[in-house]
């Protein structure tokens, strides 16, 4: 392994034990994927807070927490500080940022995901609570080596942004963030950057919702580690229609690389993305492709709901005002929640812009930081029916409502969503 004076004085243990341990993990990392050397990681997202898979790990202290979930050791290790040529910032928690009562989570939980997130605040990491955080200025610079705990936002950083991204664990993720240093493989690497499956897009590509399905198809048909490449005469994409792509597409697949031709900086042309890599498969997605996909989400016929959730990934700004613009003068049944998530940036903005008190008004809440999947599942014994337009919601929602209760989700476009939650009422197909 070839190491910089710097990482060789980490590694002997010169800027104390917790960056020390963080790479001696790194560097075993790296042997088992073969690297032989690392690359500089300058901005990372981690998936921090009190999440229930922490309750499995009986320890005193949030320290001792840490030390043994994240730095994977028994060894008394004190929280530190993460480099800080890395920037740091926090993905999804498990509750709301401001308010625990509306989504049914207790005070207790509410208050240990403050303390945890203030101990990694003073280590270093930044809370933001987003799961897009290109929306809040965590956008990494073609070439740039990122880590980042959500899945649609390794396959944005290195689609959209040509950004080098892996998709690596959440223990994995806290030790590059710590040191600063990654194994140099996968897709930090050139020459595993070429498409070797190719997609000629015949379907609807108009709206976001479109973009949600075709990424909800690509991933579906996608060979097993498959580098996709989209071609043809669609639509044209904006960034919060290829948010919605990506966060389908890593639903469906383990895609961490999606080119677009003409849209993707690596995609110039088919020829640009596809280079000499063998090709694995070739696929057109028709609009038969595309329905047999809503109705792989959407559950069958209609009935009264009581939950619809909204902003999966989390929301832009444009996307609320979307929300805004339509609910207005309508109201939510009685005995039915809409819930509509973003990051709190994206939250303030909102708020400023008057479209918050639009959705309140109509009987609506406006959360931040969180989602539904990542909740315990207190937070939704109650639902008898949900509304979505997340394909990604609609897909593990299901497993998050457990195997003993059957809890029909249905799935559409944003509109549809909010006119089944003013008429309590699912209409049909999507």
Not at 98 to 105: A, R
Not at 275 to 283: A, D, H, S
């Amino acid at each position: 392994m070839k190491l910089t004076p710097y990482e060789q004085d980490m590694l002997d243990g010169k800027f104390g034990r917790f960056k020390q341990i963080a790479l001696e993990n790194v560097l075993k990392y790296a042997r088992v994927v073969g690297a032989e050397e690392l690359v500089e990681v300058t901005k990372s997202t981690l998936y921090f807070g009190a999440h229930s898979y922490l309750e499995t790990c009986k320890a005193d202290t949030y320290d001792e927490i840490f030390a043994k979930m994240y730095l994977c050791t028994d060894e008394k290790v004190e929280l530190g500080e993460f480099e800080k040529t890395c920037y740091c910032q926090t993905c999804v928690a498990p509750c709301d940022q401001y308010d625990h009562e509306v989504t049914h989570l207790p005070k207790e939980l509410f208050d240990k995901n403050t303390e945890y997130l203030s101990r990694t605040l003073k280590a270093g990491c930044c809370i933001a609570g987003s799961c897009t955080p290109y929306l809040n200025g965590w956008v990494p610079l073609f070439g740039e080596h990122v880590v980042t705990s959500e899945s649609s936002n390794i396959t944005m950083s290195n689609s959209a942004f040509g950004a080098r991204c892996n998709a690596d664990g959440e223990e994995a993720i806290t030790w590059i963030s710590i040191c600063g240093r990654a194994p140099k493989w996968g897709f930090y690497l050139p020459e595993n950057r070429y498409a070797d499956t190719v997609y000629h897009i015949e379907c609807r590509s108009e709206t976001r919702f479109d973009w949600d399905i075709i990424g909800y198809t690509v991933g579906r048909m996608l060979p097993s580690a498959g580098v996709p490449v989209l071609t043809g005469d669609f639509h044209r994409p904006t960034l919060t229609m290829l948010k919605q792509c990506f966060t389908a597409m890593a639903t469906t697949s383990a895609c961490e690389l999606c080119h677009i031709v003409g849209v993707t900086p690596e995609a110039r042309s088919l020829e640009d993305a596809r280079g000499n890599k063998p090709l694995r498969g070739e696929f057109t997605i028709t609009q038969k492709d595309y329905d047999e996909s809503c109705r792989q989400i959407c559950s069958a016929g209609e009935g009264k709901i009581n939950f619809v959730l909204l902003g999966c990934p989390h929301y832009s700004l444009e996307d609320i005002q979307q929300v805004a613009n339509y609910i207005h003068g309508k109201k939510v049944a009685e005995g039915v929640e809409l819930h509509v998530w973003t990051d709190m940036s994206t939250l303030a903005m909102a708020k400023a812009s008057g479209f918050v008190k639009t959705i309140e008004d109509a009987g609506g809440n406006v959360l931040s930081s969180s989602c539904a999947m990542v909740m315990d599942p207190a937070a939704f014994s109650h639902v008898t029916a949900m509304v979505t337009d997340s394909g990604k919601q609609g897909h593990y929602m299901h497993s998050c409502f457990g195997t003993d209760k059957h809890v029909p989700i249905y799935y559409g476009d944003v509109c549809k969503c909010i006119d089944a939650a003013a008429a309590g009422y699912w209409k049909g197909e999507a």
